[in-house]
């Protein structure tokens, strides 16, 4: 994975940063709720929680120029869920501002299909990248930091299906704060690939 010209602005880096910040408030906020004996809204884990699920499919959108010369049916694969998984929460952003000028209506099936549809879509190009980047003999550090989201939501969909869907849940608890380790990390190889006559290995 060498230097660039796309990458002089280093966009799915800096996706990658915020992501892992946002999700590392998140973390705090829920510890905050749990350990704290004040009753802290579900709101403040949620918003950072949401802007940092969309900033990480934000980085993978932007990870397609990178990825593409060396694996491009799985680049265009992952561009394809980002960008859906962006539809969705962009559709699902605008339905909750007009049902809350407008009314309660973001609660119905459609609602239910856009979440199912981002979450779906998201994972998707997690795992399309990552599986893009391991193929890579020089890009295996990111796509061991991608496959971290991967690995911990499917042992929240496992733990979901032997102890039921709360529990499962639940597991976010830990494992947004290894989601916020994981964007981290994958902007700093990013910012080291493409920093002057660099190399990842």
């Not at 997690?126 to 496959?147: D, K, Q, V, Y």
């Not at 994981?182 to 660099?198: E, H, L, N, Q, Y």
Request: aromatic content about 10%; proline content about 3%.
């Amino acid at each position: 994975m060498k230097n660039t010209d796309h990458t002089t602005k280093q966009w799915d880096a800096r996706f990658f940063l915020m992501a892992g910040g946002c999700m590392l408030i998140n973390t705090l906020c829920l510890w905050a709720r749990h350990f704290s004996g004040y009753q802290l809204s579900i709101l403040w884990p949620a918003i950072p929680a949401i802007i940092g699920l969309g900033a990480s499919v934000l980085g993978l959108y932007a990870l397609y120029p990178r990825i593409v010369l060396h694996t491009p049916r799985l680049a265009k694969w992952g561009a394809g869920f980002a960008l859906s998984s962006l539809v969705a929460l962009s559709i699902g952003a605008c339905w909750v501002i007009a049902s809350a000028l407008l009314g309660d209506a973001s609660r119905g099936v459609g609602m239910q299909a856009l979440i199912g549809i981002f979450m779906i879509a998201m994972v998707g190009a997690f795992i399309c990248n990552a599986i893009a980047c391991l193929r890579g003999p020089a890009s295996r550090a990111l796509g061991l930091a991608l496959s971290i989201p991967v690995v911990c939501w499917s042992l929240m969909l496992l733990v979901g299906i032997l102890y039921g869907a709360e529990v499962g849940l639940s597991l976010d608890f830990y494992t947004n704060g290894l989601l916020a380790l994981a964007f981290v990390w994958a902007s700093r190889v990013i910012r080291a690939d493409t920093a002057p006559g660099s190399q990842v290995a």
